[in-house]
């Protein structure tokens, strides 16, 4: 199966929106309102076109990727620190469990690495993300502004020293909670 990864384009916005549905559709643990977040976050001063990524199967989108702009506010000195959060990524049910997701979330982290960015932050599965070398958020100092449990709350260096110096409260664009 040959899989193309690209930049989202506007036009795949309907798409888009259905497959981010669709990947959700059974998952327990979402609140099934993933591809309007998507939406909410397309129109936010966070948002990266170059981080938003589609996976594509035969010219059909069947996954997708989006990595925002977040802060990571030191508390004590109150300076922000700019970092990316992963959400969502979404693969159709007809093909989860081949490698997809996995392209798709690597794919935004070299996008990523080459625009500059050091880091990026999850919420997510803790046996899905290590193996992209996440790690607990809170080994590197960072906390949450909401209670989750530690061991979801998971944060990547995209290069050596990402994090250094880096810890405090990540804070989320408004269009996250809106
Ligand atoms: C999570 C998701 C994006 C992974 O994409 P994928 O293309 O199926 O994943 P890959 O084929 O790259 O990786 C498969 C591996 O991930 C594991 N995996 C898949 N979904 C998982 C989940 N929800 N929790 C833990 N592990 C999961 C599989 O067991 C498999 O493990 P293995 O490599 O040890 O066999 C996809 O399953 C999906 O869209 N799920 C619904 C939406 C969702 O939960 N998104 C993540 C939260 S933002």
Redesign the pocket.
Known sequence: MDVIIRKEDVKDYPVVFDVIQK??EN?E??DHQ?HFLVDKLRNADSFVPELSLVAEVDGEII?YVLLTEIDILDEVTQLMNKSLAL?????LPD?????????LIRASHDKARELGYKSVIVL??A??YPKFGYKQADSFGISMPFEVPSENSMALELCNNGLSGVNGMVIYPTAFFE
């Open positions: 990947a959700f998952e643990m979402s993933e996954g959400a969502p990524v979404a693969v093909y989860q469990n081949q490698g997809i997701g996995s392209a997510g599965h046996d899905y």
